[in-house]
């Protein structure tokens, strides 16, 4: 086994702490031999398909990426913002963000963010990490609710990387936080403030990215997760089980997925009568490719084409307040017992680069 290089072990060195954001990822441009090379890595990955390799193999390359790269990269080309990819524009921005508002509550803190398939990729930016003298990495995945799909598929990323280091870090590795307060608190805030600007719709879609239903039965809590997601959020904004609907989208292959489907249930909607509908996809806390394209445009065309009046989509967290300071709580309550806390003239140093990062934030904002 040959392990990567690295630097000479040297005594008194300060050991840093970091928090690592990782997302899904997405393909570097809108072009079919980007996405290819993105849904390549993606879907040769055994979490998200778990069909048997030699099978899977055949399939992928003579049948799915020579057809779906071309069709996927036309969606991307109709979401695709100046900065880039709508998922890492904002998940760059979320990253600069808790920046800020870590080192605010007094965290000397490296905040960095990577992603699961394409760049920048998870093993370059836990490179550059070991660079800067970080010793403890908090991993926080992108995604409220635990799947072996995706949350796992980020262990097993990190895992492999660290197999060929000979100086492992300290980790941590936030699970989900489906339930967290925080989290519900920055859903609520961004339904209220829709429904402030729109008025209140006859029924409130809560729409989550679908996996496989069979891996429900064999112990995935991804269902579940979602539900209570739900469940919390009516909750809070005291809605009957007549006001909202569970659905799942983005339905791949012919197997079944959690039921019920998105896309049919908003076109039984209309044709029951529903003129409104109000829809929130609370799994995404970025918006990408399956929330802007898939629900705010094909979900919304299916809706209006079946007899609905009035559509609406409800902007995933992005950047909102709540949920940057939500995050920052997350990452707070797992730093507990590392030593990231500073001195009180660190802390002024700190406030001032947290004002310079909250500065950059809002400039890349306001490039968008
Ligand atoms: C093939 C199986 C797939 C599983 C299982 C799956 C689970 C899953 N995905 C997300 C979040 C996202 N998925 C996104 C895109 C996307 N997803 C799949 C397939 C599976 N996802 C594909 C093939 C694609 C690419 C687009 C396409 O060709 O249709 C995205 C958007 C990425 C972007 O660039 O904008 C996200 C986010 C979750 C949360 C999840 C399971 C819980
Ligand atoms: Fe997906
Ligand atoms: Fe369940």
Known sequence: MAFRKEPVFTHGKIAKTAVLLVNLGTPDAPTTKAVRRYLKQFLSDPRVVEIPRAIWWWILHGAILPFRSGKSAQKYASIWSKDGSPLKVHTEKQASLLRGYLGERGHQVQVAYAMRYGNPSLPEVLERLKTDGCERILILPAYPQYS?????????????????????????????????????????ESVLAHWEMNGVSEKLVMSFHGVPKRTLKLGDPYHC???KTARLLAQQLGLSPEQYLVTFQSRFGKAEWLQPYTAPTLQKLAKQGVQRVDVICPGFTSDCLETLEEIGMEAKQDFLTAGGKEFHFITCLNESPTWISAMAALAEENLIGWPTHLSSSEREQAKLQAKASLQQAERLGASQ
């Open 225 to 227: 997760e979602c539900q």
């Open 148 to 188: 072996g799909t995706t949350t796992a598929s980020i262990y097993d990323a990190v895992f492999e990387h660290y197999a060929q280091v000979r100086n492992v870090p300290e980790l941590r590795f936030v699970k989900h936080y489906h339930d967290h307060e925080a989290y519900i608190q920055a859903l609520k």
